[in-house]
């Protein structure tokens, strides 16, 4: 098979020796009845990590989030939510199809919400409507290139919320990236929400599965959404095992991956026709503009693919490229060559 260097998403990196030995040797039993020891001990790390009660191991992101919003929720409650974020944009509408919830939308340049933004938008029950019952941040954000929670924002939203008796859900598909971003630990990003789902099937590299943490009586609710929404395993601690490999030996390679996704940033803004300000990459994601090249984003991706590196188009014309262990420093510089020379034969028949 042919190798690509595979930049579309952090998603795509395979366990490492140690992971696959870890699942080789797992001990295992019925998670349903609680009695996988390997699931338990993943629940227990991964709850202290977070400095939370409890945890539930989840087979995706999508399912942590649509559980938390199960949990937090009653139908036809209001959630506050970023426009841009995969809540909205990539869980085929769970927000309604699952738990019969109404999203109140907020657009901001960069994925990062504020108070200031967030309070016009919420009001208590009526009869007229519910109310909001939940406000879901992403930190780090997707699809708008990566960003950090300033933690005194955060916290500001967290306190706010509170104080109107409204609780807040953190998809933190990447909290391991914004993490390494802010230098400090995860439970400390995550210290004032009361729900965070975190991925350890992006850059942790395990094969499978995302956790979500809260208070104890949370994750009996969240455990319960698991279930309806098929979602409990049987024999789950064979991916238990690389989940407890990933927590332990993966965060330490983050750093590398944003410095990586810097480079890739310095050198598409030297690509004529592309626009990005490599400033604002601050972890794995690096998303910019191709519309000076001509193509559209899945054009460029095409030519891309062509020559053996893959990314996606993320609109019209914008693309992502993501940073992650399964690629090399030397992988990235060979991307760029080919994203140059990809850029530099259009302008040659543009002239023509
Ligand atoms: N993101 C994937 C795609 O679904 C877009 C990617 O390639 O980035 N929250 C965030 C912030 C995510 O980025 C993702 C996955 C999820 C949740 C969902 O995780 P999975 O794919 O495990 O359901």
Redesign the pocket.
Known sequence: MREFIDL??D?VTRPTPAMRQAMFEAEVGDDVYHEDPSVNRLEALAAEIVGKEAAVFVP????G?QSAIRAHTQRGDEVIVHERS?IVL?EVGGVAQLSGCVTRTISTPNGILDWNRIEPLVRGESDHFNGVALIAV?NTH?ILGGHVYPQELLNEICDQAHERGIPVHM?G??IFNAATYLGTPPREVAEKVDSVMF?L??GLGAPVG?MLAGSREFIERARMARKVFGGSMRQAGVLAAAGIVALENSPAGLPRDHKNARFIAESLARVPGISIDPTDVQTNIVIFDVEGTGMTGREVSAKLRERGVLSNAVAPYRMRMLTHYDVTREQCERAMEVMTEVCAGVQVAVGD
């Open positions: 579309r998403s998603t995706t992101g999508t399912m989030n995969h990539y992403e997707n998809d598909a990447r991925c099937s992006k995302s």
